[in-house]
């Protein structure tokens, strides 16, 4: 996993297999939060980052953007390492971790499971009224049910999960076959507008600086017109 600082409190780690997938690390003065759970492979880099990188800081807590399982990889190991870190996702994303629902319900492409059920008890509903080691929560559902995206106002960044995707330099639309309902998906992109972060940061992959001033070339008439 590379890891590589993208603001003063922010971290970003990343892998290709064979997509790009990047996962993020807040740092505070009480600790380190960890946004979303990668692949599996990722777990030897994030260990080492939790040990050297950031040493002497607790984990404190992990947030998930969703519970696709190429942003939940890690969670297993992670809580055999530390079982006491709660993981914290919306609440319409829980049904899904425990799996006592299929996101395949919701018209998306075929995934391979490779992460067991994540026990109910581990997990902790997400309050979008709190700030976790600096980041707001926002509600951005259409991905999936219970997608989150997290903003860093000190840092300006947005960390935004699968909202969008970014290749070749420039912000694009969240993967289509994974993607429960993309006209609900783009429409809640407007937190781009509404916040106009610096930075935007996606799970494929990479950093888009000033991604509002390009979110309107990603809507059909109809939404772009709103």
Not at 58 to 73: A, E, M, N, Y
Request: net charge neutral.
């Amino acid at each position: 996993m590379k890891l590589q600082q993208l603001t003063p409190h922010v971290w970003g780690g990343s892998v290709w297999l064979p997509v790009p997938v990047m996962i993020w690390f807040a740092r505070e003065k009480e600790g380190i939060t960890i946004v979303d759970g990668g692949v599996l492979p990722m777990w030897e880099g994030v260990r080492r980052a939790l040990r050297e990188t950031f040493a002497g800081l607790p984990l404190r807590r992990v947030l998930l953007t969703h519970g696709h399982q190429d942003h939940i990889g890690i969670l297993p190991p992670l809580m055999d390492a530390y079982p006491e870190v709660p993981i914290v996702v919306h609440r319409e994303e829980i049904p899904f971790l425990t799996g006592s629902r299929s996101y395949r319900s919701l018209r998306e492409g075929v995934w391979a499971r490779y992460a067991p059920p994540v026990p109910e008890e581990k997990l902790t509903a997400l309050r979008l009224e709190a700030s976790y080691a600096g980041l707001q929560p926002y509600w951005t559902p259409g991905h999936s049910p219970g997608h989150t995206v997290f903003y860093h106002e000190a840092d300006d960044i947005l960390l935004a999960g699968d909202l969008f995707t970014r290749y070749f330099g420039r912000l694009q639309r969240p993967i289509a076959g994974f993607t429960a309902d993309m006209e609900l998906s783009l429409s809640s992109g407007s937190i781009l507008e509404e916040l106009k972060p610096k930075y935007t940061a996606s799970a494929h992959l990479g950093v888009t600086r000033d991604a509002h001033l390009q979110y309107s070339r990603l809507l059909p008439p109809l939404l772009s017109g709103r």
